[in-house]
């Protein structure tokens, strides 16, 4: 029998993200989204918008304009996602610092997902910080996965050692 993990949402300003859809939704966040890197706010937005998939806490998608300039560097090298289409990847450069592919895009996304094309997604994981609304962001465990947790975002989430299966 697959284990099933148990919705653990405590009340309505929480949210389990065992009740987000499969294929993901796409919902626009007027929170203030704001990454930090090398000690340099580096990207600052109003405009967001949230992926929203089963097993897995919010990915947020930034305009790429509220990025700071040269903070996104295109490299090469791709991935594919079945509902959003093929991804491709920036290093993410601030106060000197240089993080390798930590960042993608959905330059052609596949129908529905459109509002992506012009924007960007971090692993929060491997930036000195990410806030939302001022709350820091705990990283989504494991290094496929790029979710941010907040405190009304509640699992378990996929991500970590043993979760693959869910």
């Keep these: 029998m697959e284990h099933q993990p148990r919705n653990h949402a405590q009340d309505r300003a929480q949210e389990s993200v065992w009740d987000y859809p499969r294929p993901p939704r796409l919902e626009p966040s007027e929170e203030r989204v704001r990454i930090f890197l090398g000690g340099q706010l580096i990207a600052d937005t109003t405009s967001a918008v949230r992926v929203l998939e089963t097993s897995h806490p919010p990915v947020y998608y930034i305009p790429l304009e509220d990025f700071a300039p040269d ?14 289409g093929k991804a491709a990847y920036f290093d993410v450069v601030g106060g000197g610092t240089r993080v390798p592919r930590a960042a993608w895009t ?46 009304r975002i509640t699992g378990p989430f996929k991500g970590a050692p043993g979760t693959g299966g869910w």
């Design 106 to 151: 959905y330059p052609g996304p596949r129908p529905g997902y459109g509002p992506l094309a012009s924007r960007a997604a971090v692993y929060p994981g491997k930036m000195d910080r990410c806030t939302v609304d001022g709350e820091e962001v705990q990283p989504q465990e494991g290094d496929f996965y790029g979710g941010w947790i907040t405190g």
């Design 71 to 84: 903070a996104l560097v295109p490299v090469k090298g791709s991935t594919f996602c079945e509902y959003k």
